[in-house]
């Protein structure tokens, strides 16, 4: 019996990264998980390494339709859900005098409205004592040049966070976010030029009172403890970013 058998949990983004790393391990410790992504050809491979308890599911968490599809499905597979990490997202540079209408309504249908409506889809299957936990990033609270959307949809996720924990206190659900640093998840290698992400990712190091970069693994450590553990906790935000925001 691992630590998390009889566990139900879901993942969006799950296919990779930080979503890909915390569904490793809750499913490595006996948890039945059920991950969600836009790339059918991620999740397979997601699925494959993860092994017969979990479930792969294609969907785009700015369609409410597939959100509907979703819960409908996380119903079929696993009845009631114990943890919901709500972490699918992008992450677009947006120079302030270049950003066009369709990078910013694509930043917040995803980061923002998704998250919105996953919670409120999957709501009715989460069990009492059932833990949320929202990805938000460190740049809701940093100057980050280039990322004004995108820190703008975080910092709406942190304030999510606190009013739909009051809202599912009620059930004895509890709401929290992790605020991931610089972490080597290759998200910057897939969104920006080779030469523009080694710079990024260089400045970032550099900056950072640890001077590196974080492991999902590190940052999967922190959702488990969030959807588990923190019985206590509820409406908070963990920051796990090498001291960035905190030193």
């Known amino acids: ?104 309504d694509e930043l917040f249908a995803v980061n923002v409205k998704g998250a919105y409506f996953t919670v409120q889809k999957l709501a009715p299957l989460l069990s009492t004592g059932a833990g949320v936990v929202l990805t938000t990033s460190v740049a809701n609270v940093m100057g980050i040049p280039e990322t004004s959307v995108y820190a703008a949809g975080k910092a709406a996720l942190r304030s999510m966070a606190r009013s739909l924990s009051r809202e599912l206190l009620p059930r004895g659900i509890r709401v929290n976010a992790v605020s991931p640093g610089p972490i080597d998840t290759g998200i910057l290698d897939r969104s920006m030029t080779q030469e523009a992400a080694a710079e990024f990712k260089a400045q970032l190091v550099a900056n950072n009172p640890m001077h590196r970069f974080g492991t999902p693994e590190e940052v999967a450590a922190a959702v488990a403890f969030l959807a588990f553990d923190a019985t206590y906790t509820t409406g908070a935000e963990l920051a796990v970013d090498g001291g960035a925001t905190q030193l």
Do not use: H, W
């Open 1 to 104: 019996m691992g630590k998390y058998s009889d566990k139900n949990v879901v993942i969006t983004g799950g296919g990779s990264g930080l979503g890909f790393a915390t569904a490793k391990l809750l499913a490595d410790g006996g948890a039945r998980v059920l991950i969600t992504g836009r790339s059918q050809a991620t999740l397979d491979t997601a699925r494959e390494r993860l092994g017969g308890n979990s479930v792969a599911v294609r969907g785009d968490v700015a369609s409410l339709s597939d959100l509907d599809a979703l819960a409908d499905r996380v119903r079929d597979e696993l009845g009631t859900v114990e943890a919901l990490f709500v972490n699918a997202g992008i992450a677009t540079l947006t120079p302030f005098g270049s950003t066009t209408e369709e990078m910013y």
